[in-house]
């Protein structure tokens, strides 16, 4: 049997969400209201200055039935309608406060039906779910998507458990490693956990819209030393800035925090992060061969020097 045209398929999700969400039924959201004029509550209660043309606009209605649809809810009292102060001929539309009770409980029913919905998946799940539906809105929207807002923030409770678990994963896809990397992974975090948090001992997580894209640790290496640990970014997340906001967070922690001089070590098939290290201004200064997570491998040491500019000049004249 030929496999589905992608029509198909779409038209396939089209049928199972309206069933999912019981937009068929007579009254939406068990309510005696149908889908349209829930709707059009809905922009009534969050425009500006709601008038039948906006509203026909952000719907894409046709005027005659949005017009039979608006001359409903003013006959049950829900909506009213006056002249516009700068222009009478046209009328600012208003949910009445019969309207705006009517609109509250419906707001909040369908809020409550999707978090229930919501609630049977994991919180990987979850996001999975989001990032689908983020996708879903960037290929058929009609305005470009907007860029989603990146952030760094400390670690908060679940987040270093997430780092080595994502960490054992990714490199098992990838890279094949076996689980000596995970292990590696974890002994890191372990230390890093059980450690005093300071300028000089950091981790920063990433988050692109507030879920989690990527991580970075600051550890210390030696007393003017410091080492950059467990950069990742996750495979949805990359060619968006993330390696390189965490790269510069970590570098201008130890810049702060008094080292010398930011060390890091990591091997050569990792060609994005060693891209990364290299904008940031580290060099290469060791490679040896060894065989670790059951993979033949180059490993590299890459150096960034701290010290703020003019400093080795004055060091070799002899001043602080």
């Not at 992060?273 to 033949?296: C, D, M, N, P, T």
Request: proline share 5%; with cysteine.
């Amino acid at each position: 049997m030929a496999p589905p045209s992608a029509a198909a398929r779409v038209r396939r999700f089209n049928r199972f969400y309206t069933r999912r969400l019981g937009l068929l039924h007579a009254g939406h959201l068990h309510s005696p209201f149908s889908l349209a004029e829930v709707r059009v509550l809905y922009e009534l209660a969050h425009l500006e200055h709601p008038t039948a043309s906006g509203i026909a606009a952000a719907l894409d209605l046709d005027p005659g039935y949005l017009s039979r649809l608006l001359r409903g809810l003013r006959q049950r009292g829900l909506v009213a309608a006056r002249a516009a102060a700068r222009d009478r001929r046209r009328h600012q539309l208003t949910l009445t406060e019969r309207g705006r009770k009517a609109f509250a409980g419906l707001d909040a029913r369908a809020t409550a039906e999707v978090a229930a919905m919501l609630a049977r998946l994991s919180p990987a799940q979850e996001r999975q779910l989001l990032r689908s539906l983020s996708a879903v809105e960037a290929l058929l929207g009609d305005a470009p998507a907007a860029a989603p807002a990146l952030a760094l923030r400390a670690p908060e409770p679940g987040d270093l458990g997430w780092v080595v678990e994502r960490h054992g994963e990714l490199y098992a896809k990838e890279y094949r490693w076996g689980g000596e990397f995970e292990r590696l992974v974890a002994g890191i975090v372990g230390e890093f956990a059980t450690g005093e948090t300071g300028p000089g001992r950091r981790c920063w997580i990433a988050t692109l819209d507030g879920e989690r894209a990527g991580c970075v640790f600051l550890v210390p290496a030696s007393r003017r030393a410091g080492r950059l640990r467990l950069l990742l970014v996750e495979p949805w997340a990359r060619g968006r800035g993330v390696g390189s906001r965490l790269v510069a967070a970590c570098t201008e922690a130890a810049r702060s925090a008094g080292y010398r001089t930011l060390t890091l070590w990591t091997n050569d098939v990792l060609a994005a992060a060693r891209r990364i290290y290299q904008r940031a201004g580290f060099r290469l200064v060791k490679s040896e061969r060894h065989r670790s997570f059951g993979k033949r491998l180059v490993g590299q040491t890459w150096e960034l020097d701290l010290a703020p500019p003019g400093a080795t000049a004055r060091s070799a004249r002899g001043g602080g």
